[in-house]
């Protein structure tokens, strides 16, 4: 009991220390800023309803959530479900929106109940190469070049709940991989030349935009597993960037997204850490596991030496908390013959 009080007093500070390198917790999956016609009551329930339905696709992964059952009926009483929100914008050309956040355990409830997957917030980043091609020749996309376009694919994939990184554009990028090379999309250099940023999602872009505004163009998206290819024609930017948010959380959901079941949650899931120095190093990996939200409680039952010994309490199977856990790059899987059922790793510090 005294370890579990001092772990929740430390929660904050080694919760952070022991994040992964290999993924990110995403911010605000629970609100959503959506367009709003007014003021009215009627408005207001509209958008309510749109933004709720925004947070329950980002927090299952797919837009396959929102045909259950029993998320459509929560999603006809919205409303009730807001805990706050606050207009914006309204004046000049700027347009009227209402941002919108929602009870992250509700939500989560939500989706469990209508037995929907569920996404946990812990995500890996993706770094996104975007080539443009106009009547000026070609370009990375950036901040400084194309600050417009850029706010659209921030929300595009803020809407979708996927960490998005952009290049530097600085001169060892500009070094390792040139516009032209970027536009021919090769793997292994577009690997290359990401390897600075230590991520293993990229997204490459290579759009030709018309005086009209239609672009042309395809995307691909390389992960260590695969490559997934689009090809779009006669569309706009807001709905180029839109398909390529969406491609890449229909994708990781389907990696990481988690069938929420109390099999087995009784006894719980064994999990073995070895490497385990310091109590700073235990009482950040009971934090981490924590904050999974398919996991209740990470209860430490021995500790001996550099290995901790634990029972994790959850709504996922051990094959289905594994796929999770190991976003965390400090704990790897440990190379030694495992007990079935039981999760081991090594923690890397």
């Not at 390389?222 to 180029?240: C, G, V």
Request: hydrophobic share 45%; charged share 20%.
């Amino acid at each position: 009991m005294l370890f579990r009080s001092l772990t929740r007093l430390l929660l904050l500070p080694l919760l952070l220390a022991a994040l992964p390198a290999g993924a990110e917790v995403v911010r605000d999956l629970y609100a959503a800023e959506v367009p709003i016609s007014g003021r009215q009551q009627a408005a207001l329930d509209g958008a309510s309803r749109q933004a709720m339905s925004q947070v329950l696709v980002k927090l299952s992964g797919s837009e396959d959530v929102l045909g259950y059952s029993g998320v459509k009926s929560s999603l006809s009483n919205a409303r009730s479900y807001v805990q706050q929100y606050a207009y914006l914008g309204g004046q000049g050309d700027i347009p009227l929106t209402a941002r919108f956040e929602f009870d992250g355990s509700v939500m989560t409830k939500i989706i469990t109940d209508a037995g929907a997957p569920l996404w946990t917030a812990n995500r890996p980043p993706v770094l996104a190469w975007i080539v443009l091609e106009d009547e000026t020749g070609r370009r990375f996309l950036g901040r400084e070049t194309d600050p417009e376009l850029v706010k659209q694919l921030e929300r595009a994939f803020f809407e979708r709940g996927v960490p998005l990184r952009l290049p530097l554009l600085d001169l060892m990028d500009t070094a390792s991989l040139s516009v032209d090379e970027a536009w021919q999309q090769d793997r292994a250099t577009l690997m290359a030349a990401s390897s600075r940023y230590g991520v293993a999602d990229i997204l490459a872009g290579r759009f030709a935009s018309l005086s009209s505004g239609v672009w042309l163009g395809d995307w691909s998206y390389l992960t260590d597993r695969r490559q997934l290819n689009r090809t779009l024609t006669n569309t706009s930017a807001s709905d180029a960037l839109d398909v390529a948010a969406a491609l890449i959380a229909e994708d990781m959901a389907e990696r990481y997204a988690v069938m929420p079941t109390t099999s087995g949650s009784a006894a719980g899931i064994r999990m073995q850490v070895v490497g385990v120095s310091d109590y700073g190093d235990y009482a950040g990996v009971v934090a981490w596991l924590e904050s999974l939200e398919l996991i209740q409680h990470a209860n430490v039952e021995h500790i001996a030496g550099d290995r901790i010994e634990l029972r994790l309490v959850a709504q996922a199977d051990a094959s289905q908390l594994a796929s999770i856990i190991e976003l965390n790059d400090k704990l790897v899987p440990a190379p030694v013959a495992q007990t079935p059922g039981v999760l081991f790793y090594q923690w890397q510090d």
